[in-house]
C-alpha cells in the first residue's frame, strides 16, 4: 500500500481544514487507516483511526472537532478538522494497518502502522 497525504495549509483558529489520503493498491479496503501529527523534536501523536469497515477512534483532543472517513470505492480517507487551534499546528501522516478488527481495539500507536505517507503540513495562526 502506498499513501499520500495532502490538503494541509495555513488556517485561522478557529477555521477548519480537510486533509485527504489517497492509496494504492487493491487491497486498501482491508486496511486501517489512521493520522498521526508530529511537531519538531515530538513523538508522533495518534490523532484518529478508522477501521476498514468505518469504525473509528479519536485521541480526546480532538473529539468532537475532527471527523475522519474514507471512501474504499475511491480509496481515499479523510480527516474534517474543525475548530482548529494554534495547538493542531503539525506535520500530519496517513498511515495504514493490516487490522481486521473492530474499532475498540483499532491501533493507535505508529509502531503497529506499517504504511505511511509522506506529511502535510497544518498551521494555524492565532
Known amino acids: 500500500v502506498q499513501l499520500q497525504a495532502s490538503g494541509g495549509g495555513l488556517v485561522q483558529a478557529g477555521g477548519s481544514l480537510r486533509l485527504s489520503c489517497a492509496a494504492s493498491?487493491?487491497?486498501?479496503?482491508?486496511?486501517?487507516v489512521g493520522w498521526f501529527r508530529q511537531a519538531p523534536g515530538k513523538e508522533r501523536e495518534f490523532v484518529s483511526a478508522i477501521t476498514r469497515s468505518g469504525g473509528t477512534n479519536y485521541a480526546d483532543s480532538v473529539k468532537g472537532r475532527f471527523t475522519i472517513s474514507r471512501d474504499n470505492t475511491k480509496n481515499m480517507v479523510y480527516l474534517q478538522m474543525n475548530n482548529l487551534n494554534p495547538e493542531d499546528t503539525d506535520v500530519y501522516y496517513c498511515a495504514a494497518a493490516n487490522y481486521l478488527g473492530g474499532y475498540q481495539a483499532i491501533p493507535i500507536r505508529p509502531i503497529d502502522y506499517g504504511y505511511w505517507g509522506q506529511g502535510t503540513l497544518v498551521t494555524v495562526s492565532s
Open positions: 493498491g487493491p487491497t486498501f479496503r482491508n486496511y486501517a
